[in-house]
């Protein structure tokens, strides 16, 4: 994705760069940082530093938009295993532009948009120091909301799809937390592949309107936490699924699980309802169904720019700019109103609200 | 292993046979049935029947002992998913003698020693004819125990320790339930294996003793279940495991799972606490920790005489002659005392004791 261009002007560019990173001493990052662990509100401060040198191999970007995440909250609240060390800026996606790029970078150039490919970079800042090879650059056609919340939910729902089932067209998942943000992208991704998906969300006041804005997305059916119990669709219009998605956890899990075709796989990402998976000794030894999880943190870890990688990340885009993939709603903010888009963003129930910040 | 054997001394030997067949008609065969499914004692009879005449393909097998599993106890019950139609002869293990073979039956003889393959065939009972596919020729000098209890524990305790991590030498791997008949085997065929294990059982007036039987098996470490939940062996003198057993559920099998070293499996093949498995959610997404359950019926009919299923018995029966794999502790009991026996093997508190069934 990253084209490599050699020309004489690109040496004359380069030329024109170095000179510009001598005034870069002079220039103001504001930076979202924490000191210490516990509720993200409090704990998160804002701070003004200086801009220093480029080093050879470092990208300064000028971030255009970063999302707040749960696992952002997680991370700033100690509870989740992240490599951290602390003081930190949060911020494990985002997309910025290109300001100048150290002498040995010579796949980016000034104005290229870039998605940084490390939870661990933080990118709740106005201006980052990137390492090069840590950075992707992404069309600039593609949104930036599409671009800063490109590499945790798109990329856990294309490979949970990808990798835990031999699915065909015509097959059925079944995944619960459907309207989250990774739901609805598995929605839009198992439709590209043919795949009918069977969506089970909790129930609320306005559940023909969620219903409905998920069968545009491309749900075959959408279920409430009481409905799917008592279905008899896997007995009368659709084969049992070959695949479960869970975000949930207990009962809810349980329920999915217990649709399973024998010797299928129930992947958990997420546990919304703060409670553990539960299989029956049953489903497990006489239906041979699987339980495993996902963290998409280590597959790109494991994965970091094989073919399997390239070929997500090419897909993933070629749908965003075809729009077969769209994004959750969400609710722009800038970045120095953090304290009120954190108190929003988690309440007393946990994550609620998917907050983007944005930096001009 | 079943030979096979030409000589003109056979085919006069098949002559002497077909003219023993004709008298086959007024012997009798005394069985246990159950028409229904219910409480055991309850349910089953004992009926005796005239031995109809052998079809070419059928071996006549005068049995010689036959477990009482409680796999039995919940095919009796209606609790098992097994295949069984009604009426029907329970038992699903067993070892005989051959009396006398169908025409077309070249592999076995006379005297030979048989075990049934198949769990549905129906071991309770004085005579039995079976399909000759179906039976296993085993070593005479191997005990009448070790081949009636062939096929099913020490098969799941191997499967189990073969096929769900790549062990190696100085491994670890942890068990809960390790006293039971298949924990009792894996202790043994671990210790051959060159594996530590780690064997969790419940607390009782003769711990010291139970503590001291595991070890004389093998066993490198014996904890109950309140001393797993703080041990720090962990910590200090060995490996985390690369595997756990888990045939109780609950909050036990939780324990044993915690263990685990990252991407590593725990096997389910039993539910003693009549609990599910619970696992928690940072255990399968961060830890990549995988639950998966193991039937050997189901492995058994999948890869019937393949290569592995042949070596599987081969190892077997050796590290059985060579007094390498013990059986677990057994009563003796008359088929004709099956009442009394059903009454003690399953007690209110479900599966209690192991009695075998002799035929003379």
């Given at each position: 994705m990253i084209l490599r261009i050699k020309s004489q002007f690109i040496e004359i560019f380069n030329i024109t760069l170095k000179s510009n990173k001598r005034s870069m001493g002079s220039q103001i990052t504001s930076k979202l940082v924490f000191q210490n662990h516990g509720p993200p509100a409090s704990v998160v401060k804002l701070v003004d530093e200086p801009i220093t040198p480029l080093r050879p191999d470092e990208v300064l970007v000028k971030m255009l938009a970063a999302p707040i995440n749960p696992a952002d909250i997680n991370t700033i609240e100690g509870v989740y295993p992240s490599e951290l060390k602390l003081p930190a800026v949060p911020g494990f996606e985002g997309v910025g532009k290109v300001v100048n790029v150290g002498d040995n970078i010579k796949e980016l150039k000034p104005n290229d948009h870039v998605v940084p490919l490390k939870e661990t970079l933080g990118t709740w800042r106005t201006y980052a120091k990137f390492p090069g090879h840590l950075l992707l650059k992404v069309p600039k056609d593609l949104g930036i909301v599409q671009a800063a919340t490109l590499i945790i939910n798109p990329c856990t729902a294309y490979r949970m799809l990808k990798d835990f089932a031999n699915l065909k067209p015509g097959d059925v998942i079944i995944q619960n937390g459907a309207n989250s943000a990774v739901g609805q992208n598995v929605i839009q991704i198992a439709k590209r592949m043919g795949l009918k998906t069977v969506n089970v969300v909790r129930d609320r006041p306005e559940i023909v309107d969620l219903k409905c804005t998920l069968k545009n997305l491309g749900a075959h059916t959408v279920l409430?936490?009481?409905?799917?119990?008592?279905?008899?669709?896997?007995?009368?219009?659709?084969?049992?699924?070959?695949?479960?998605?869970?975000?949930?956890?207990?009962?809810?899990?349980?329920?999915?699980?217990?649709?399973?075709?024998?010797?299928?796989?129930?992947?958990?990402?997420?546990?919304?309802?703060?409670?553990?998976?539960?299989?029956?000794?049953?489903?497990?030894?006489?239906?041979?169904?699987?339980?495993?999880?996902?963290?998409?943190?280590?597959?790109?870890?494991?994965?970091?720019?094989?073919?399997?990688?390239?070929?997500?990340?090419?897909?993933?885009?070629?749908?965003?700019?075809?729009?077969?993939?769209?994004?959750?709603?969400?609710?722009?903010?800038?970045?120095?109103?953090?304290?009120?888009a954190l108190e929003k963003a988690v309440d007393s129930k946990g994550y609620q609200k998917k907050f983007i910040l944005n930096f001009d």
């Open positions: 409430t936490e009481e409905e799917v119990k008592k279905t008899d669709i896997f007995k009368k219009s659709l084969p049992k699924p070959k695949l479960a998605l869970n975000c949930v956890g207990g009962q809810n899990a349980l329920e999915i699980l217990k649709t399973l075709q024998e010797g299928c796989t129930m992947v958990t990402y997420g546990g919304m309802s703060r409670k553990p998976v539960i299989a029956p000794t049953s489903a497990l030894i006489f239906k041979d169904v699987h339980v495993k999880g996902f963290w998409v943190t280590s597959w790109n870890k494991q994965m970091f720019k094989s073919k399997k990688w390239l070929q997500m990340y090419n897909d993933l885009i070629n749908m965003m700019l075809k729009k077969e993939l769209k994004v959750p709603s969400h609710n722009f903010i800038h970045f120095k109103g953090y304290k009120e």
